[in-house]
């Protein structure tokens, strides 16, 4: 049986709908020119596709690798079991922020949530770091398919 888990981004939510909610109101409230409006629009639009995008982040593992994706999974990141040198709970420093992070010395960083991950070093020598609310569960299911 695989591992599958969804984590929330509550803290990105509660900025961007805020956000975007306001923004539709001074549209609608406002009086603009027709750049001001067209810039306004493309705000709004932009801010909604990163707030479904970033919004989750779901972490799978199966038989033979690693999957993980933000919201609906628009593009997927994927590590094979096979490249797997070593896995265990890390933590974030809170300025690496949320999203997609690289940092020169940890590697990349994905992440929606929290300061908790799992460190995934491969065989090649890179490090992945994937955020979870559940860093424990996820190291164990990759130790035990490792």
């Known amino acids: 049986m695989g ?9 990105i939510l509660s900025l961007m709908i805020p956000a975007i909610i ?3 109101a ?21 801010m909604s596709v990163a707030t479904i995008i970033f919004s989750s982040l779901t972490v799978k593992v199966n038989e033979d690798e690693i999957v993980w994706y933000f919201g609906p999974g628009l593009w997927k990141y994927r590590i094979k079991l096979s490249e797997v040198k070593n896995v265990s709970k890390g933590h974030s420093h809170p300025l690496e922020g949320i999203g997609i992070r690289w940092n020169p010395w940890k590697g990349m960083l994905y992440n929606v949530s929290g300061l908790q991950n799992v460190e995934i070093l491969r065989k090649d020598g890179k490090t992945t770091r994937i955020g979870t609310d559940e860093p424990d569960k996820l190291v164990k ?6």
């Open 141 to 146: 299911t990759i130790q035990d398919r490792l």
């Open 22 to 24: 306001f923004l539709i």
């Open 3 to 11: 591992y599958r888990h969804t984590q929330t981004g509550y803290f």
């Open 26 to 46: 001074v549209y609608l409230n406002g009086v603009f020119g027709e750049a001001e409006k067209v810039i306004i629009q493309l705000t709004i639009v932009l």
